[in-house]
């Protein structure tokens, strides 16, 4: 019986492909965010490293990284794709609807709260997040990525 220890389990783990190029996906798509707030506004926002919303989807690239590195590695016929890819186009449509639809509203509660002298001063209230969401580009942009992204793993892992 062969036993298996944290070296062998850690070792497992950055050799997992899939999981590589989700982890890669995402962290590329946060740094892009940086990147393209820097262009549009001229100013590092290192804070929208952390964030949710904006461009690249990190969400998609992820998602999509996974399912295509799914479809690599055990075949676009697998029962594993299958489910990542469904996991994928949840998500996605997620981002795009639900999230954004949220990310709205909250933009108009706290416009909202801006012409209400009494909310506004209130120690109470603590603005909304109004970048939970994205736009079908935002998506399309990450999902880019995420196809893109085992590609450029895959050449330098075999």
């Known amino acids: 019986m ?31 965010k940086v990147l393209i707030n820097f262009i549009k506004y001229r100013k590092f926002n290192w804070k929208v490293v952390w964030s949710s919303g ?7 690239a992820t998602v999509t990284s996974l399912a ?3 479809g690599l590695t055990q075949g676009f016929s697998s029962p594993l794709f299958a489910i990542a890819a469904i996991f994928a186009f949840i998500t996605m ?5 639900v999230r954004r639809e949220t990310g ?3 933009k108009i509660i706290n416009d909202l709260v801006l ?12 603005d ?10 935002e998506v399309l942009g990450g999902a880019l990525l995420g196809i893109i992204m085992p590609f450029i793993v895959g050449m330098f892992i075999s």
């Not at 070296?7 to 946060?30: E, G, H």
């Not at 904006?54 to 998609?60: A, E, T």
């Not at 909304?128 to 580009?137: A, D, M, N, Q, R």
Request: glycine share 4%.
């Open 2 to 32: 062969h036993t298996v220890t944290a070296v062998d389990s850690f070792a497992d783990i950055i050799r997992n492909y899939p999981l590589i190029c989700a982890a890669l996906s995402w962290m590329i798509a946060q740094v892009l």
């Open 54 to 60: 904006g461009m690249p989807s990190s969400h998609s």
């Open 68 to 70: 295509i590195s799914l």
């Open 93 to 97: 449509y997620d981002a795009a609807g």
């Open 104 to 106: 709205d509203i909250a």
């Open 115 to 126: 012409h209400n002298p009494e909310i506004e001063n209130s120690e109470e209230y603590k």
């Open 128 to 137: 909304l997040k109004e970048l939970v969401g994205h736009s079908p580009l």
